[in-house]
């Protein structure tokens, strides 16, 4: 892992706008390459996996023969089991198809996303804050918006690249490790020698490590090892290193790599707990175009409801950022045109109505480019969805009672036998036909989840709301519970733009008035 310099936001800002000038705009993965390259991330994860629990394993055993656990260590033995949770969470949320489709940069055609993500852990020291990443992600995309794709790739491939970080500051501590190792070998083959004439050549590499390790020991050796201690200094003088500067190395590289380690966990303790959701929408530009809604209702409605247009717009634009942003602009803009033609009209200046509502189809037709014709053909099919669905029952059911028929005249049947079995033939044809349309249909056809607004702060201006809760009254006991349910509704719910009231009724009876009606209105109005 090569070292970066650590840089303030002010700085992180420029970085990433010079690097958005660098890679340029994202370019779609080529046919040949759309299945080359699938999989590698999933590929790499399993590698850095099979790494990582190396690593911990080795710090385990490290522990339980009592040897002394350098810091980084002891942070890897005391929070691996993020490392297990957050590989899953990346298995689960960037699968193969979805991140072979997210646009490619750079001449080895990795995702833009993932080289966006090595930056900032770079220049961070896999240090993560809220404020860095909307930050370099506002600065990036100045210069190269990010596609709406890439916005929801972005913890997931941030926690890949903490992983990645993880491996190669484990590799360190493994390279380390055995070199502790390989002195305790050369030190166990001192005390096997028999008289100091004995004493083994030191090898031909010496890792700060190996030194660090064997000076150490060799104190308790005393003056039996003085000429081992001296060919030691000898051999690092020739290379131009001493061993005080190399006990000053690895105790520097030592408190490194704890605060390496260290950012690495409290940044998948942030990944994991922070709210993405917010984040998205602070560093999306199409969400930033869509605030723009000329009918000012678009920054009012919950979160799944903002996330179904800005779907319309991924899947009318594409998979490039810039297309997004252009399709929201011409919502926008056609909204805008709408309320200045129609004056006052709420769901004209919507631009609800032109992603989902009645003028879906015009917007469509008028965009430069049109969308994918599986989008086309999934739009008429909704818009005709009566004739679709009535007439793949009727050609299936036909086909059953051709198939009836056929069979009957195959065998020597009369024209009036081949007509009796395929009349035969319509009630079971209709009837699997009928089941296998509705399976078909509840398994490719998702529910569309109506769009609302939120109202978790209150109700906005304007808005003023009775809610009237319609009930029959059939005794006075129901009356006075009914009357105490609608208070605790009221009492629960203390804005003062909401109304609370009761539309009631009295069972009918065979005449206008009952003894008992007048006793159940005055319990009501008391």
Not at 71 to 82: I, K, R, S, T
Not at 159 to 173: F, I, N, S, V, W
Not at 323 to 339: C, I, K, L, M, P
Not at 485 to 502: G, R
């Amino acid at each position: 892992m090569t070292p970066t310099e650590f840089l303030s936001l002010e700085k992180l800002e420029e970085r990433a706008h010079t690097f958005a000038l660098e890679l340029g705009a994202g370019r779609l993965p080529r046919a040949g390459a759309f299945f080359a390259k699938s999989g590698r991330h999933l590929a790499r994860l399993r590698d850095h996996a099979e790494r990582l629990r190396v690593a911990y394993r080795a710090a385990a055993d490290d522990v339980h023969r009592g040897e002394p656990l350098p810091p980084a260590g002891e942070w890897l033995l005391d929070n691996f089991h993020m490392v297990e949770a957050e590989m899953r969470n990346v298995r689960h949320d960037l699968p193969r198809g979805y991140h072979r489709r997210l646009p490619r940069a750079g001449n080895d055609g990795r995702a833009r996303i993932e080289i966006l993500a090595d930056d900032l852990l770079a220049h961070s020291d896999g240090r993560l804050e809220a404020a860095r990443l909307t930050r370099y992600l506002a600065a990036y995309q100045s210069a190269a918006p990010l596609s709406i794709g890439e916005l929801w790739a972005w913890p997931s491939v941030l926690k890949l690249a903490l992983l990645t970080r993880l491996r190669h500051l484990t590799d360190g501590m493994l390279a380390a490790r055995a070199s502790r190792t390989a002195a305790m070998v050369f030190l166990k083959r001192i005390d096997d020698a028999v008289d100091g004439d004995a004493f083994p050549g030191l090898p031909d590499e010496l890792p700060v490590p190996f030194v660090v390790q064997l000076v150490q020991r060799l104190r308790e050796y005393g003056s039996t090892v003085a000429q081992l201690r001296i060919a030691l200094d000898e051999r690092l003088a020739a290379c131009g290193r001493t061993v005080e500067g190399d006990i000053r190395e690895e105790t520097q590289r030592q408190a490194t790599a704890q605060i390496s380690v260290a950012n690495v966990f409290t940044s998948l303790r942030f990944c994991a707990t922070e709210d993405w959701r917010e984040i998205f929408e602070r560093g999306s530009l199409v969400e930033h175009i869509l605030q723009r809604d000329p009918a000012g209702i678009h920054g009012h409605m919950d979160f799944l409801s903002r996330d179904r247009y800005r779907h319309v717009i991924e899947s009318l634009a594409g998979p490039r950022g810039e297309d997004q942003v252009d399709v929201a602009a011409r919502a926008v803009e056609a909204a805008r045109a709408a309320a200045d033609r129609s004056g006052g009209d709420v769901r004209a200046a919507h631009i609800g109505d032109y992603l989902i509502g009645t003028q879906r189809f015009a917007f469509q037709a008028s965009l430069p480019r049109p969308p994918a014709r599986r989008i086309r053909a999934r739009a008429a099919a909704y818009r005709h969805a009566t004739v679709v669905y009535l007439g793949v029952l009727a050609l299936v059911t036909g086909a059953g009672m051709i198939a009836a028929g056929w069979y009957a005249a195959r065998h020597g049947g009369s024209v009036g036998f081949v007509v009796a079995a395929a009349l035969l033939a319509f009630l079971p044809a209709s009837e699997l036909t009928t089941a296998f349309v509705h399976r078909l249909v509840a398994a490719r056809v998702k529910p569309r989840r109506l769009v609302r607004l939120d109202f978790q702060h209150g109700l906005p201006p304007g808005t003023r709301t009775m809610v009237v809760v319609p009930t029959m009254l059939d005794s006075v006991a129901c009356a006075e519970e009914m009357v105490a349910h609608l208070e605790v509704q009221a009492l629960a719910n203390p804005d003062p733009l909401l109304d609370f009231a009761l539309l009631t009724d009295v069972p009918d009876a065979p005449h206008e008035t009952m003894p008992g009606d007048q006793a159940i209105v005055d319990a009501v109005v008391a």
